[in-house]
């Protein structure tokens, strides 16, 4: 056995040294190891690990503030559903349920979205609303959907225990087409969870031991509570604070944790699995697998970050940080620097998830003075969930948030259409040109700021009256016309400010226009839609 070792480790040390020293001559590439090593026993190899997939969800629910474009109509089995739903939920049994469903200022809604695999929570899901095929609904606009369950697609009715929540304002894009079906919008992150859902392990051949020494070696490489043995064949496990947010990660260093962890098998691991991260195709395993064996790969990745392949750098640099190793940050800080380099919103994001705070927020701040905008708005995104004091953050109208970046070079204003539905100022503050005036696609929302007038007229027709109309001052300051664009129209407390009630999509549609006209010296980008897709089976009899 010692023999065998021995020339194992010899073989893997010879092609190592032949990949790190190995200088500028053209060499062929070196041959598979033979005999295959044996490397030891996998938790991978005994047992199947379970994660839950994302999960298709729907429900109806009921759509307020309508101004007239709701409808009365409404399957029987649906209204049911609903008033006793509504019931549950006010608790107020004098509350005339069936009235408030008939409204023409309400309309029942069908809501659909995907909850996804690793959402807590904490966190939301965009959902899709849309009135009923038989409604005579005109318009979602401006509405604001009542809290409504969630419940796995195609199951329907109060007894079905419902797996997520949903409400919140509806937003109808106007960017994409001037001209959209106002009966379909999203709510953004309107869809929470109920229950988070836990990985599950299942042995392959059940035996209480074996349950029992996965759930010890789990828990001694990981952290205590990592892995709870709940019978012979299944193990549930928890996701360890470290790896929140790289849940897939870490089920794949799970699946390539050896069961037994020897000193002279490690470093014969360890040479095998460098070897193939420096030169083989086997680069994401071998990485996952040095992660696992943890501080005694160190050295030999270390040499790796002196490969001219910028791959191997990233891939040795992320794991060695992974790993509380410092020495790889510099690699990774180059790489995304590096305005030629493919990997550099790769390099952004190890350094993000894997540097001290102080270390990733002082790089991804000057990330944020970035020429290229993917790269600006990856640093935004990561300083954000940092919540970070380079990011200045306002909620308006408890439907929105304005965000602020004032070390950014470039002005340019995003607009969120998918997750929290947010206006993102890089560059700020940002102010509006004198000599002003732009008008939303409809007519009845203006701003006015002609020469010699040292304020911006804010103004808005009624929906339904076209004869009122609201008029209100702001300042030339992007942040303050938002503010008085959407902020309430009556007055909650003293200390608020009075705005003219306009929705997240009317605020964006103006600001595109405000930018397209020149009225803002910025550059005007909208993120992405939600990608739900069409996931359910044709629609419920109960809906035509």
């Given at each position: 056995?010692?023999?065998?070792?021995?020339?194992t480790?010899?073989?893997?040390?010879?092609?190592v040294v032949?990949?790190?020293f190995?200088?500028?001559?053209?060499?062929?590439?070196?041959?598979?190891?033979?005999?295959?090593?044996?490397?030891?026993?996998?938790?991978?190899?005994?047992?199947?690990?379970?994660?839950?997939?994302?999960?298709?969800?729907?429900?109806?629910?009921?759509?307020?503030?309508?101004?007239?474009?709701?409808?009365?109509?409404?399957?029987?089995?649906?209204?049911?559903?609903?008033?006793?739903?509504?019931?549950?939920?006010?608790?107020?049994?004098?509350?005339?349920?069936?009235?408030?469903?008939?409204?023409?200022n309400?309309?029942?809604?069908?809501?659909?979205?995907i909850?996804?695999?690793?959402?807590?929570?904490?966190?939301?899901?965009?959902?899709t609303?849309?009135?009923?095929?038989?409604?005579?609904?005109?318009?979602?606009?401006?509405g604001?959907?009542?809290?409504?369950?969630?419940?796995?697609?195609?199951?329907?009715?109060?007894?079905?225990?419902?797996v997520?929540k949903?409400?919140?304002?509806?937003?109808?894009?106007?960017?994409?087409?001037?001209?959209?079906?106002k009966?379909?919008?999203?709510?953004l992150?309107?869809?929470?969870?109920?229950?988070?859902?836990?990985?599950?392990?299942a042995?392959?051949?059940?035996?209480?031991?074996?349950?029992?020494?996965i759930?010890?070696?789990?828990n001694?490489?990981?952290?205590?509570?990592?892995?709870?043995?709940?019978?012979?064949?299944?193990?549930?496990?928890?996701?360890?604070?470290?790896?929140?947010?790289?849940?897939?990660?870490?089920?794949?260093?799970?699946?390539?944790?050896?069961?037994?962890?020897?000193?002279k098998?490690?470093?014969?691991?360890?040479?095998?699995?460098?070897r193939?991260?420096?030169?083989?195709?086997?680069?994401?395993?071998?990485?996952?697998?040095l992660?696992?064996?943890?501080?005694?790969?160190?050295?030999?990745?270390?040499?790796?970050?002196?490969?001219?392949n910028?791959?191997?750098?990233?891939?040795?640099?992320?794991?060695?940080?992974?790993?509380?190793?410092?020495?790889?940050?510099?690699?990774?800080?180059?790489?995304?620097?590096?305005t030629t380099?493919?990997?550099?919103?790769e390099?952004?994001?190890?350094?993000?998830?894997?540097?001290?705070?102080?270390d990733?927020?002082?790089?991804?701040?000057?990330?944020?003075?970035?020429?290229?905008?993917?790269?600006?708005?990856?640093?935004?995104?990561?300083?954000?969930k940092?919540?970070?004091i380079?990011?200045?953050?306002?909620?308006?109208?408890?439907?929105?948030?304005?965000?602020?970046?004032?070390?950014?070079?470039?002005?340019?204003?995003?607009?969120?259409?998918?997750?929290?539905?947010?206006?993102?100022?890089?560059?700020?503050?940002?102010?509006c040109?004198y000599?002003?005036?732009?008008?939303?696609?409809?007519?009845?929302?203006?701003?006015?700021?002609?020469?010699?007038q040292?304020?911006?007229?804010v103004?808005?027709?009624?929906?339904?009256?076209?004869?009122?109309?609201?008029?209100?001052?702001?300042?030339?300051?992007?942040?303050?016309?938002?503010?008085?664009?959407?902020?309430?129209?009556?007055?909650?407390?003293?200390?608020?400010?009075?705005?003219?009630?306009?929705?997240?999509?009317?605020?964006?549609?103006?600001?595109?226009?405000?930018?397209?006209?020149?009225?803002?010296?910025?550059?005007?980008?909208?993120?992405?839609?939600?990608?739900?897709?069409?996931?359910?089976?044709?629609?419920?009899?109960?809906?035509?």
């Open positions: 056995m010692n023999k065998v070792y021995k020339k480790v010899a073989a893997a040390a010879i092609v032949g990949v790190f190995g200088g500028c001559e053209q060499r062929e590439a070196p041959k598979p190891l033979a005999p295959e090593i044996e490397l030891g026993t996998t938790i991978g190899s005994l047992a199947e690990v379970f994660a839950y997939n994302a999960v298709a969800v729907e429900g109806y629910g009921l759509v307020g503030g309508l101004n007239g474009t709701g409808s009365a109509q409404c399957p029987a089995a649906i209204k049911e559903y609903l008033e006793k739903y509504i019931l549950t939920q006010v608790g107020d049994e004098h509350i005339n349920v069936g009235k408030l469903i008939s409204s023409s309400t309309a029942v809604i069908r809501i659909r979205g909850m996804p695999a690793s959402a807590s929570k904490r966190e939301g899901f965009d959902v609303v849309e009135a009923l095929g038989s409604s005579q609904t005109t318009s979602l606009e401006h604001w959907l009542y809290g409504t369950d969630l419940k796995p697609a195609g199951t329907f009715g109060v007894s079905i225990q419902p997520g949903a409400k919140g304002p509806v937003f109808i894009d106007t960017l994409q087409s001037p001209a959209p079906d009966r379909k919008g999203y709510v992150a309107g869809g929470t969870v109920l229950k988070e859902y836990k990985i599950m392990m042995l392959r051949h059940p035996d209480y031991k074996t349950a029992n020494l759930r010890n070696r789990l001694a490489r990981y952290g205590y509570e990592t892995a709870n043995a709940l019978s012979d064949s299944q193990i549930e496990l928890t996701v360890p604070a470290k790896y929140e947010g790289q849940r897939d990660r870490f089920i794949e260093m799970v699946k390539a944790t050896y069961m037994q962890d020897r000193a098998v490690t470093e014969v691991r360890i040479m095998n699995f460098v193939n991260l420096a030169v083989e195709g086997r680069k994401q395993e071998s990485e996952i697998a992660e696992m064996i943890g501080n005694q790969s160190v050295p030999k990745l270390s040499a790796l970050l002196k490969s001219s910028e791959e191997v750098r990233l891939r040795a640099a992320r794991c060695m940080l992974n790993m509380g190793n410092d020495a790889g940050l510099d690699a990774l800080r180059q790489i995304a620097f590096d380099s493919p990997y550099r919103i390099a952004l994001h190890a350094i993000a998830v894997g540097a001290g705070y102080n990733s927020t002082r790089i991804l701040r000057r990330l944020l003075r970035d020429n290229s905008f993917e790269i600006r708005l990856a640093a935004y995104e990561r300083l954000s940092l919540d970070d380079s990011i200045a953050r306002e909620m308006i109208a408890e439907s929105f948030s304005v965000e602020q970046i004032a070390q950014s070079n470039k002005k340019v204003i995003f607009a969120a259409r998918s997750g929290e539905p947010r206006i993102v100022l890089f560059g700020a503050p940002i102010y040109q000599d002003t005036f732009v008008e939303s696609a409809e007519g009845d929302i203006i701003l006015n700021a002609p020469l010699g040292n304020f911006v007229s103004v808005r027709k009624h929906p339904r009256r076209p004869e009122v109309i609201i008029k209100l001052k702001s300042s030339f300051e992007l942040s303050d016309i938002i503010r008085t664009l959407a902020n309430e129209p009556v007055r909650k407390t003293d200390r608020q400010r009075i705005g003219l009630g306009a929705s997240y999509g009317d605020v964006i549609e103006i600001l595109q226009k405000m930018c397209e006209k020149g009225v803002i010296p910025a550059e005007f980008k909208a993120g992405p839609l939600p990608k739900i897709g069409a996931y359910l089976k044709p629609k419920a009899l109960i809906d035509r």
